[in-house]
């Protein structure tokens, strides 16, 4: 599985939170927030990143617009459980892991866990 660096992260995260087709441009505008990252990039800094999650397949490209509209190719959940399976598969101990996990969980998250696996 493709990882993801520290300026495409945020870039991604833009697209996660707005959940809405963006331009370069519109991203560019919200990572200069101040509550997001602040940063002042230039936007073919933006596009660079963007053309390289594209090719990551992290991102989807819109063409029938100028200019193009980016759209994350799948939810930030999604891409977690992958992360959180890349590292189970990668365990000689399946069972362990899981068992180390679910020891550091909430009282919260461990509810949650029991309803989703009583759904099963």
Request: net charge negative; hydrophobic share 40%; glycine share 6%.
């Amino acid at each position: 599985m493709n990882s993801l660096g520290e300026l495409e992260r945020s870039v991604m995260d833009v697209l996660w939170a707005g959940g809405e087709s963006l331009s370069a441009y519109d991203i560019q505008a919200k990572l200069a927030e101040p509550q997001d990252s602040g940063r002042e990039l230039a936007a073919t800094t933006i596009l660079t990143v963007l053309s390289r999650l594209e090719n990551k397949n992290f991102v989807v490209r819109e063409r029938d617009s100028r200019p193009h509209l980016y759209r994350a190719a799948a939810r930030r959940e999604a891409h977690m459980a992958d992360l959180m399976h890349e590292v189970l598969g990668g365990a000689s101990d399946r069972a362990a892991v899981l068992e180390r996990f679910v020891g550091q969980v909430s009282s919260e998250e461990a509810d949650t866990l029991r309803r989703i696996l009583a759904g099963r």
